[in-house]
């Protein structure tokens, strides 16, 4: 049995302790603000991210999980642990499963088969509720695990919703397939330039090649196949879940987001929700601007 397996007869705490890195603090991006662990899932090992222990927090308030979009894992939000910390907030960022660190599902999954995996951190830290983010196919998670477990989720902030229509979830599952073909390993390497490329054109004006380094890396080091994620997000009725849902709400977006239109379609959909924009960014708003980023999301979680 594998050394991260063993984590698991620790307590929570004891294995995030355990687990955390010890890098000397000048060369660390997290710099002592957390720690790392596994949680039992339906499925295997779920990894997350977690900045209990350094956050108190306020009467009321509830730890904040984060889920990422695809193909990515938790480092998709470091560049806002900080700045979330600062704010005196508790986060727990979880890898969805067949992604970053987390145990893949048996066989190719339905959206709705992660909730259980992501609630399973949640018993596994001993949290009754939380709030709960998503980004882009994150966003459809967090729907989902409100959904599934409406007495477990206070808040819920959508980060880029995907409302889309039957005719155009065809043309997605169909740029999909095409983007997959293209990804597919080959021998000398192209395979990561193009979406290395890609993923330049995306971030828009100067773009930050470490981070676009570290998206590429979170691509292909998954446990499950990269491609999972958009086969199951363009399959996911959006539409239909977004109307279900009961809970507090934040629709939340930036001008320059490649689905920024589906934010306002979401809006129109559900007038009830309350809505932020960030001025400008791109796909990687939370690198880009992570302050404002984060100060959208805590004040809506502070909202009376």
């Known amino acids: 049995m594998d050394n991260r397996r063993t984590f698991l007869g620790l307590g929570a705490a004891a294995a995030t302790a355990a687990i955390a890195t010890s890098l000397p603090a000048a060369s660390r991006i997290y710099d002592g603000i957390m720690g790392r662990g596994y949680a039992r899932g339906p499925y295997g090992l779920v990894h997350f991210q977690d900045s209990g222990g350094l956050v108190q927090p306020r009467p009321g308030e509830w730890p904040l999980v984060l889920l990422h979009q695809s193909p990515a894992s938790t480092r998709q939000f ?179 987001d490649d689905i920024y239109e589906l934010a306002q379609r979401a809006r129109t959909l559900r007038p009830d929700f309350a809505y932020v924009e960030i001025q400008g960014g791109t796909h990687d708003i939370v690198d880009q601007q992570p302050e404002a980023w984060c100060d959208a999301v805590v004040a809506f979680l502070r909202r009376t």
């Open 78 to 256: 470091e560049s806002a642990f900080k700045p979330l910390v600062a704010r005196g907030i508790r986060f727990i960022a979880i890898d969805t499963p067949g992604f970053g660190f987390s145990d893949p599902t048996p066989a190719i999954p339905k959206l709705e088969d992660w909730a259980p995996a992501i609630v399973a951190v949640l018993d596994h830290l001993g949290i009754q509720q939380a709030d709960v983010l998503g980004h882009h196919t994150g966003a459809l998670n967090a729907t989902e695990v409100a959904l599934q477990n409406p007495q477990r989720v206070r808040r819920v902030i959508l980060n880029g919703p995907f409302p889309i229509t039957e005719a155009e979830r065809a043309q997605y599952i169909a740029s999909g397939e095409r983007s997959h073909a293209a990804g597919v390993a080959v021998v000398d390497g192209s395979h990561m330039l193009k979406s290395f490329q890609t993923r330049v054109r995306m971030w828009g004006p100067n773009p930050d090649p470490a981070i676009l380094t570290r998206t590429i890396a979170e691509k292909y080091q998954g446990l499950g196949p990269y491609w999972w994620g958009h086969h199951v997000a363009y399959r996911y009725d959006h539409t239909a879940a977004l109307k279900r849902l009961t809970h507090p709400t934040l629709i939340l977006t930036n001008t320059g």
